[in-house]
């Protein structure tokens, strides 16, 4: 993408905060859940604060009676900015992990932490606000909503956080925002677009704008270029490795693809429901 | 806030939505249109019946009456004077009526029909009901005297708000004085005819199929006993107030025919309150109609001068000249409470002889059964609204299916189960709105335009689909009360919010990875 990007990140970022009013990056739900729970012993620890992580993750679905393991003590931590990638087999669980990092569902045994406080436990509404503001997801079906525009897709963040008052006063603000996230990705031109009218590689790049709408700390991936051609798919990687690199953003990647995985800080094998390397 | 963007896009984007609403739409339409229409009718009835009726009635339980009406009016008057505005006596009594009527061929035949008379109190009455007010000539509204009047009897219906859609009455401009002069000079010469044909041709007059007249024989007798010859062309015989529909008849093309005009004679035979009775005849002179609209009583009653009738029936004490009477009507104060005065009066007289109702007693059979026609259709009509109901749920079941995904994405970028349950709920909630109001909007514009729809589809048809002759009304009276539209457009948008509450359940309890993976 372009080189800027980083400049103009930090230009908007600093346009968005200068208000000052809407940013609350801690949410009170957080806080009031302090963890109890330390690193269990064997842990490989790593340089740098622990971003993200999880501790012994169990997680099987259930099939008739008989439950099908997927994750059976998954177990890493990801520090502040690192970029890593999780490749594994397809079925091996990898989208399950993801989920259960984003809090889109809960494990059977273990912990999700986040800057150090367990989060998989929290009320729905502490999770809700979680991956409303403080995780950016990214899908390899792209997960567009189909009756929106590009723009109001990159928009929609923004509008579930709002009311629709508290929307309408910062919507110049928020619109603009999301307007310079379209230009970060090379969509300015296709911000009335719906999904329909776009390509893959540009619903995903849309998607990514999503994503950052609302500044979060965690970027999570599942599979982003799994539905493009290698070429589209080499952009988004590049948009991504820019916004780790430029952005300091921590960035946790699914695939099941070594070449795409390559591009990451580093790299966490998972076959059998564990981590292997 | 995507609520709303969400629910105006899908109400923008899903037609089969909008098509599942048309139920309600037609619902409320056709619910607001009947509830006009009924609560038209209903009103019109009501100041009709009214208007005849009067607020209260005191009715002797004797066909033969009570003497003096002054006495009892004055006990009213002192039980519940305050609220009382006016009184007026009558006499009713049943009775047959006769007159002539020339067919096309020209031959005489005499129709009978049965009514009921009604001795008035000419100065009174008028304040008691509406009958002043639907007489047919201008003077004798303001003050009925039932003399003839030379002429000016109105060709066009007073009353008729719509003069587009009145017929004039070609026939009452010849009415009064004028034509009871001319049609006598014609029955003179008539008579003199006969007279010198009858010589000639004896069987001829026997050809004319004439019923017995029995008035003819004793208005001789009694000329012949006075001594002195009556002259139709200059007197009148006492007058008489009939009701339109016994002499006059709607075509079908809303023109009003009349058998009889102001000015011709009518005989009329009723009992006498001697015992036992005795049937005895009088003759009147027609001085006017009266259209009160309710064909029950333009097609039953006909007013007469109430002494002349008290005195017929043998109604007058010889020695003291007070009258008997059968009624007293009584005007109340508007806005008194008519239940609790009649109770009041109820005591006041003994109940073995005098009943004491109110105009809706008196009605309450005809007011029940209109009521009761008006709940039932609601009832019915609101089961349509509910059927709509259903298909809104099952339509929202199929978008919540069909929008599994989008719950999913929605969910995973922090909706919470609340907000996409809003989502659903807005989306009923403005189905409901925009069926309502559509509904609203198509039933107004029924009920406002009613008439002429019921005229274009007259002429379609060929039958006219509001027969004037029918209902003695020239339109179909409505009336939009705004209570009503406002609870039935409420009950429609409560349906559909209903029916959008369990897929809205559902939606809010879809779990975002399902939802995520689901193709
Ligand atoms: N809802 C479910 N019910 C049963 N099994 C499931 C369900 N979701 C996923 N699985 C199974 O869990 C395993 C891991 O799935 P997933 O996390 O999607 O793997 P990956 O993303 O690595 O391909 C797969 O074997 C899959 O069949
Ligand atoms: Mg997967």
């Known amino acids: 993408m372009s080189s800027s990007l980083a400049k103009t990140l930090a230009e908007s970022a600093r346009s968005f905060d200068s208000t000052g009013s809407e940013v609350d990056y801690e949410p009170a739900a957080l806080r009031i859940a302090r963890p109890s729970a330390k690193p269990a012993s064997g842990v490989p620890v790593l340089a740098g604060p622990a971003r993200l992580g999880c501790r012994e993750l169990f997680k099987s679905y259930q099939k008739g009676s008989v439950g099908i393991p997927v994750l059976q003590g998954v177990h890493f931590d990801v520090s502040d900015g690192e970029f890593v990638a999780i490749i594994g087999a397809s079925g091996s669980g990898k989208s399950t992990l993801l989920h259960l990092l984003g809090t889109l569902d809960k494990p059977d045994a273990g912990e999700v932490l986040f800057d150090g406080n367990r989060i998989d436990n929290l009320p729905a509404t502490s999770r809700d606000l979680l991956r409303n503001r403080h995780f950016g997801m990214i899908f390899q079906a792209y997960h567009l909503l189909p009756e929106l525009t590009a723009f109001e897709n990159v928009l929609a963040p923004a509008y579930i956080y709002e009311s629709t008052l508290g929307y309408w006063a910062k919507r110049k603000q928020y619109r603009q925002r999301a307007m310079e996230l379209l230009e970060l990705v090379g969509l300015a031109d296709r911000a009335k677009h719906k999904p329909s009218e776009l390509s893959g590689g540009e619903m995903q790049r849309t998607a990514i704008a999503r994503a950052l709408m609302l500044k979060p700390e965690v970027l999570l991936a599942d599979e982003p270029t799994g539905n493009l051609d290698r070429s589209t798919g080499d952009q988004v990687m590049k948009t991504l490795c820019e916004l780790n690199e430029k952005q300091n953003l921590t960035i946790i990647m699914v695939t099941h693809d070594p070449l795409i995985a390559g591009q990451a800080d580093r790299t966490v094998q998972i076959a059998e429901g564990r981590i292997v390397g | ?519």
Not at chain 2, 21 to 27: F, P
Not at chain 2, 261 to 266: M, R
Not at chain 2, 493 to 499: D, G, K, R
Request: overall charge neutral; some cysteine.
């Open chain 2, 1 to 519: 806030m995507y609520k709303l963007l969400l629910c105006w896009r899908y109400l923008r984007t899903r037609y089969i939505a909008l098509i599942c609403i048309v139920s309600v739409t037609l619902g409320v339409a056709t619910m607001i249109v009947v509830n006009s229409v009924m609560a038209g009718f209903t009103h019109e009835m009501q100041s009709r019946l009214n208007g005849m009726l009067g607020d209260l009635v005191i009715d002797c339980r004797s066909m033969d009456g009570a003497p003096d009406a002054a006495a009892h009016m004055q006990t009213i008057r002192r039980t519940v004077g305050d609220d009382v505005v006016g009184m007026s006596p009558t006499v009713n009594v049943p009775a047959l009526l006769y007159f002539d009527v020339y067919g096309a061929n020209g031959k005489r035949q005499s129709v009978t029909r049965q009514i009921t008379l009604v001795g008035i109190d000419k100065s009174t009455y008028a304040d008691v009901s509406e009958f002043g007010n639907y007489l047919q000539h201008p003077k004798n509204r303001d003050q009925l005297d039932f003399q003839l009047r030379e002429n000016g009897y109105d060709t066009i219906d007073h009353m008729a708000e719509d003069m587009s859609k009145v017929q004039p009455r070609k026939q009452m401009k010849s009415a009064g004085w004028g034509y009871r002069r001319y049609k006598s000079m014609i029955e003179k010469q008539h008579a003199a005819e006969a007279a010198t044909k009858q010589p000639k041709a004896g069987d001829e007059k026997a050809e004319v199929n004439e019923p017995f007249d029995p008035f003819k024989a004793q208005a001789e007798a009694n000329g012949e006993a006075q001594g002195q010859e009556f002259d139709s062309a200059k007197e009148q015989h006492t007058g008489i107030v009939l009701g339109i529909g016994i002499c006059g008849m709607r075509l079908a093309n809303g023109s009003d025919h009349f058998l009889a005009l102001p000015g011709d004679d009518v005989k009329i035979s009723f009992p006498t309150a001697s015992m036992p009775p005795k049937a005895i005849s009088e003759r009147y002179t027609i001085v006017d109609f009266y259209e009160s609209k309710m064909n029950e009583y333009d097609s039953n009653f006909v007013f007469v001068p109430i002494r002349s009738l008290q005195e017929s029936r043998g109604l007058v004490d010889p020695t003291t000249g007070v009258g008997k009477f059968t009624s007293i009507q009584i005007k109340l104060k508007p806005g008194a409470d008519a239940n609790a005065i009649r109770d009041k009066l109820k005591s006041a007289f003994p109940q073995e002889f005098y009943m004491v109702s109110t105009w809706r007693d008196k009605q309450g059979p005809l007011l029940a059964a209109v009521q009761m026609e008006t709940a039932v259709l609601n009832v019915l009509l609101f089961m349509i609204i509910a059927v709509a109901g259903f298909g809104i749920l099952a339509i929202f079941y199929m978008i919540v299916v069909e929008k599994t995904r989008d719950i999913g994405i929605l969910k995973s970028l922090g909706a919470s189960g609340r907000g996409v349950m809003g989502i659903f709920l807005t989306y009923g909630f403005s189905l409901g709105l925009v069926g309502a109001g559509a509904g609203f909007v198509i039933g107004w514009l029924f009920v406002r335009y009613i008439n002429e729809i019921a005229d274009g589809l007259g002429r379609l048809t060929g039958q006219p689909v509001f027969d004037p002759s029918v209902y003695y009304f020239y339109k179909i009276p409505t009336i939009v009360q705004p209570f009503t539209v406002a609870w039935i457009l409420a009950g429609a948008v409560l349906i559909a919010v209903m029916a959008s509450i369990l897929p809205a359940r559902r939606a809010a309890r879809l779990h975002p990875v399902r939802a995520l993976r689901y193709e």
